[in-house]
C-alpha cells in the first residue's frame, strides 16, 4: 500500500515546494525522492513507486488534477458514449514516460535493497473515476452506465484493459519487479457484475502480462477493498498474490484457497492511531490469525492516514520483524 | 428493508404535516399510517413497523434528533467511559410505549393481511451511533475505544444486548411477528473483532428471545451490511433467515450455509432509478442467482434510496412475483 504521503513531515514539505501532488508525480526525481522518503525511515521489505492511481485516465486526456483536501478532479470527465468513443490508445513508453523514469531512477537508487513495485488501478477502478469524476458515495453514473449502456462499459474497460496491460509491461521494463493492481471500487458492485465487469478484466491483464516475454514471470498482487466475498475467484486469475482488507481472516482465507497464491495484509490502517502497545498487539493478532508459515506478505489492509505519526510506522514495522521471526 | 420513507409523495406529505421525523416515530397513530403507505400501494408480503433504529440510545437519555439531510445527532453522546457508567437498564414498555402502541395499531389495521416485523439495530450499530454521535466516515471514536477499552465498550455492548432483548421480546408482545437484527455497521469491523463485538452480542439477543416463552417460536432475520465474508457465522447463530447485500451469491451463499436459514436480498437498491425494464432483468437475475426453490425472501439489498420513482417499486414487486412464479 502506500508508504509516502501525508503523514510524513519530510513528504509535506517536498510538496509544499513543488506546488502540487501532481507535480510530484510527474517529475521522476521528485518522485523518485518521495518514493524513497519512507525507506529512510523504516526497515521496510519493499519500495512502492509514488505516482498517481489516475495517470492513465489523466495520459487519455481527461486531464487531471488533485487540489488537497478534496480528492481527484478531472477537466474531461467522461459524460457520454461519445466521450468513450473519442478515446485513443495509449504508447506508455512516451505518454506516461515520467512514471518510467521515476521507475528506473528509483530501482537504481534502490540498488538491489529492497524490491520495487509498480501499479496501476483496476480498469473497473479507474472506469469508475473517469466516470463520476473522482470519487463517489453512490457511484451512480458508473452503476447507470452498467446497467443501461454494457456494450459501451465493456469497449471503455477494453481500452483500460489494453492501457493498464502495456503500461504494466512498461513498468516491468523500467524497473518494477513486483505489479500490484488496485480494485479500490470492485467491492461496490454486485457480485455478478463484479465477475464481468472488474475480476475478468483484471484476469485478462494478467494473462496479457503473462504472455509478454520481458514480463512472464513479474509476481502479481491483486487487491480489491470489499473483495472478501469474491477471494477464492480472485486468487483464480492467476495473480501470484492477493490483498486482503481486514474484514477478511487470513488463515480461513489460506484453507479457502489453499497454497496457489501468496496473502498480503490485512491490519486495519486505523490501528496506526492507537498507542505503540496496541499498535504491536495488533501485529500479533494478524501474524497469529495467518499462522505462520510462508506465503504471508504483511501490510495494511489500506494505505496510511494523513494523521498517523511516522514513530507509529516504526513500530509497526519492527513489530512485524520482530514476532514473525519468533511466531514461525 | 425500509419500505416507507421519502420516495412517497404521501409520505413526505405526512412528515412535513407532522413537522419531523421523530414526530411521526413517536405519534403511533401517524408510525402506523407510514407503515400502511407502502402497502396500500404495492402487493408486498409482508409490512414492517415505520420506526428508528435509534429508539434505544434515545430512551436511554442521549436524546434523539434528526434533520432533513443532516442524519442522526444526539445531545448527549457517549463521550467517556463515565458516560457508559450513567446509562441505565431500560424498560422498553414503558419507555418505548410508542413503538409498542404502534405496533399494537398497525397489526389491528394489517388484520391478518400481512405479516408484521419488527426490528432494531445491532448492538454494535447502536454502539457506533452512540459513539461517533451519528454516522461516520472512519468510525474513529469507535473503533479507539474498541483498542483502548475493551472492556468499557463490552459493558455498553452488554447493556445494548439487554435492551434489544428486551425491546425485541416486547415488540413480539405487542404483535410483531418477525424480527429483523439490522447490524448497518458490522462491515467495518476486522474479522476477529467483528465476531467479538458485533456477531457474539447478536447471538446473545437470539438466544434471549428464544429462552422467552412467548417469543420462542418467533422468526428472526440477521442482516449486516458488509457481512459477506461472514456469512456462515451469521447463519449459525441461531436466526432463521440472513439478510444479505448484493455483494454475494444468494446461490453461492445457499450451497455455502446448507438449509439451516432462508435467504433474504439481495437487489442492489441503485437499481430501482434505472428503467422498468432493467429492473425487471435484474429481478430475474436474483431469482436465477438463488435459483428457485424454498428458502428465498427476495429483497433489496439496503433500504429504498430517496429519489426512487414509486412506479418502480410496483414494477419490482410484481416482477418478483410473476418471475419467481415461472422460475419455481
Chains 1, 2 share one sequence.
Not at 54 to 82: H, K, Q, V, W, Y
Not at 118 to 126: A, H, K, M, N, V
Not at 187 to 207: V, Y
Amino acid at each position: 500500500m502506500r508508504q509516502a504521503g501525508r503523514y510524513l513531515p519530510e513528504y509535506r514539505a517536498m510538496r509544499k515546494k513543488a506546488g502540487s501532488f501532481v507535480t510530484l508525480c510527474k517529475t521522476p526525481e521528485l518522485a523518485c525522492k518521495v518514493t524513497l522518503q519512507p525507506l529512510h525511515r523504516f526497515d521496510l521489505d519493499a519500495a512502492i513507486i509514488f505516482s498517481d492511481i489516475l495517470t492513465i485516465p489523466d495520459a487519455m486526456g481527461l486531464g487531471l488534477s488533485i487540489r488537497e483536501n478534496e480528492g481527484p478532479r478531472f477537466e474531461r470527465p467522461i459524460r457520454s458514449i461519445d466521450d468513450i468513443n473519442k478515446l485513443g490508445a495509449l504508447d506508455p513508453a512516451t505518454d506516461l514516460a515520467y512514471v518510467m523514469n521515476a521507475l528506473r531512477l528509483t530501482r537504481n537508487e534502490l540498488n538491489g535493497r529492497v524490491p520495487l513495485i509498480g501499479f496501476s488501478g483496476s480498469p473497473w477502478t479507474l472506469a469508475t473515476y473517469m466516470i463520476e469524476n473522482g470519487s463517489s458515495a453512490d457511484f451512480r453514473r458508473s452503476k447507470s452506465l452498467l446497467y443501461q449502456e454494457p456494450e459501451a462499459l465493456h469497449k471503455l474497460l477494453r481500452l483500460l484493459t489494453e492501457a493498464v496491460s502495456s503500461y504494466m509491461i512498461e513498468q516491468v521494463k523500467s524497473g518494477a519487479q513486483v505489479l500490484m493492481i488496485f480494485d479500490t471500487w470492485g467491492g461496490i458492485l454486485a457480485h455478478a457484475d463484479f465477475k464481468d465487469f472488474s475480476l475478468a478484466p483484471t484476469r485478462q491483464i494478467i494473462s496479457n502480462i503473462k504472455n509478454t516475454a520481458e514480463a512472464s514471470e513479474i509476481p502479481i498482487i491483486v487487491f480489491t477493498k470489499g473483495g472478501g466475498p469474491w477471494i477464492t475467484d480472485i486468487a483464480a486469475t492467476g495473480c501470484s498474490a492477493v490483498g486482503c482488507d481486514w474484514t477478511v481472516s487470513l488463515g480461513a482465507t489460506r484453507r479457502l484457497v489453499g497454497n496457489q497464491v501468496a496473502l498480503q495484509g490485512n491490519m486495519d490502517p486505523s490501528i496506526l492511531l492507537e498507542s505503540p502497545e496496541i499498535i504491536r498487539e495488533q501485529v500479533r493478532v494478524v501474524l497469529d490469525d495467518y499462522g505462520g508459515g510462508a506465503g504471508h506478505i504483511f501490510n495494511l489492509g489500506h494505505g496510511v492516514s494523513p494523521g498517523v505519526n511516522p514513530e507509529h510506522v516504526a513500530i509497526l514495522v519492527n513489530s512485524v520483524h520482530e514476532l514473525s521471526q519468533t511466531s514461525n
